[in-house]
């Protein structure tokens, strides 16, 4: 059994820019999470997906959106990257909605913007 | 105030120790209550997950819940070295995302 991967490791960018992350979900699992951690902080949730569908959004930007594809695997895009999008991007998949309870972290990608 | 308040730390304590981590939380609405630990440059790792007011033991680890009191606590026994993390605790309420604290970076002294 796979856990959950993240591509890339860690990326730089420009202020302005668009970046496009990626989640390939644990097996058997069709849900899954994007949370952001800033340095220091806990991690804040983004939005989840369930069958390809947005199932829940937090407290961030359109220019944040994401996707999921039929294999369950996830995409977060960000648009008109700022300063303060630099973080710690989570990806957390489940095996199915509700069970946040057994929700699976990937590694990560580290995204600085500069 | 956030809806999930936990000490930043550092927390330094000898091998052997007992350790207790806290969180307070101010939404009566969460139901389920989990301890995540992160090493550092690394994901979230989920140690345990409860739902009842009470304790739950899994090995060197015990939950505890009071919902009366909105407290979570999770305690460890026998600290280890490898214990050096930084511990989380989160809850849900609306079934599709987790509340986390800040975290306290726990760090266990040979």
């Known amino acids: 059994e796979t856990g959950v991967t993240q591509s890339p490791t860690h990326l730089i960018k420009t202020r302005g820019q668009q970046v496009t992350l990626r989640c390939s979900s644990q097996?058997?699992?069709?849900?899954v999470s994007w949370y952001q951690q800033a340095l220091g902080q806990g991690p804040q949730f983004i939005f989840q997906?369930?069958?390809?569908?947005?199932?829940g959004r937090g407290n961030f930007p359109p220019r944040f959106s994401g996707l999921q594809f039929p294999n369950y695997s996830s995409e977060l895009n960000v648009n008109a990257l700022e300063l303060d999008d630099s973080a710690l991007y989570l990806c957390a998949s489940s095996f199915r909605a509700g069970v946040t309870y057994e929700q699976y972290f990937g590694p990560g990608t580290r995204l600085t913007v500069t | 105030q956030k809806e999930v308040e936990q000490d930043p730390g550092p927390l330094s304590v000898p091998e052997g120790a007992i350790v207790s981590l806290n969180c307070t939380y101010s939404n009566s609405a969460f139901q389920y209550f989990m301890w995540y630990r992160q090493y550092s440059r690394k994901g979230p790792e989920l140690l345990m997950y409860t739902y009842s007011s009470g304790n739950k033991e899994d090995g060197r680890f015990t939950a505890q819940v009071d919902k009366s009191s909105k407290y979570i606590s999770l305690f460890i026994r026998d600290s280890q070295p490898s214990d050096s993390a930084t511990y989380l605790c989160a809850m849900d309420s609306t079934a599709s995302k987790l509340t986390f604290g800040t975290g306290t970076r726990l760090q266990v002294t040979l």
């Open positions: 097996s058997g699992h069709n849900t």
């Open positions: 997906y369930y069958r390809e569908e947005e199932n």
